[in-house]
């Protein structure tokens, strides 16, 4: 198979289970567990596990994507505004990768764990507002990126 072949379909695979699982807590994980008593810990315990798996994918996401503008050469694009989904795309890299690398380990996790026990309700509001506004942005950006990358734009 062609080299570029294997970078698009690991980056597509990448993006589907980073994204979907994005999609999965925002919608099931987080309504499922906001109310009850201890939400903040059965949200994290669950949400740990996937942010583990999530390390991978944003990285192998971040790599096959980077190859394939080195690859193609398309580092000209990011000059141009109507090649926003490629911004698009870096940007939530970014902000992922922050979150998950730096963020959340040195900060957000203890920051979240002392506004639960003081305020749980409004501490998970504030988690699905959070993934909620993720959520929007990654969808936004997978539509840009089918469509600008098939000549849509
Ligand atoms: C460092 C970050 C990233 C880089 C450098 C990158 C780069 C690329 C490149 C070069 C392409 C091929 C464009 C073309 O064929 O014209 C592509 C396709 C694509 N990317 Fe990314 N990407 C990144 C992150 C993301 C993220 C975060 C998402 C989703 C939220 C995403 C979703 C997609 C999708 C859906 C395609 C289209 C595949 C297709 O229909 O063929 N990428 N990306």
Redesign the pocket.
């Known amino acids: 198979m062609h080299d570029l072949t294997i970078a698009?379909s690991l980056?597509?695979l990448c993006?589907v289970l980073?994204?979907g699982g994005v999609a999965m807590v925002t919608l099931v994980l987080v309504p499922g567990v906001t109310g009850e008593p201890d939400a903040f810990s059965r949200f994290e315990s669950i949400e740990r596990r996937f942010a583990s798996q999530s390390k991978i994918t944003v990285l192998l996401?971040?790599l096959?994507?980077?190859y394939?503008?080195w690859r193609?050469d398309?580092w000209a694009r990011f000059a141009e505004p109507r090649f926003w989904w490629?911004h698009?795309?870096?940007a939530?890299?970014?902000i992922?990768t922050a979150v998950l690398f730096v963020l959340e380990p040195l900060v957000l996790h203890n920051w979240f764990r002392s506004s639960a026990s003081r305020d749980p309700r409004g501490t998970m509001l504030l988690i699905q507002r959070f993934h909620w506004v993720l959520l929007a942005l990654?969808l936004l950006?997978?539509v840009g990126?089918?469509a600008?990358?098939?000549g849509g734009f």
């Open positions: 698009r980056h597509v993006v980073w994204i996401a971040g096959s994507g980077f394939m503008v193609l398309l490629m698009a795309m870096v939530i890299w970014l992922f990654s950006t997978v990126a089918v600008g990358s098939h």
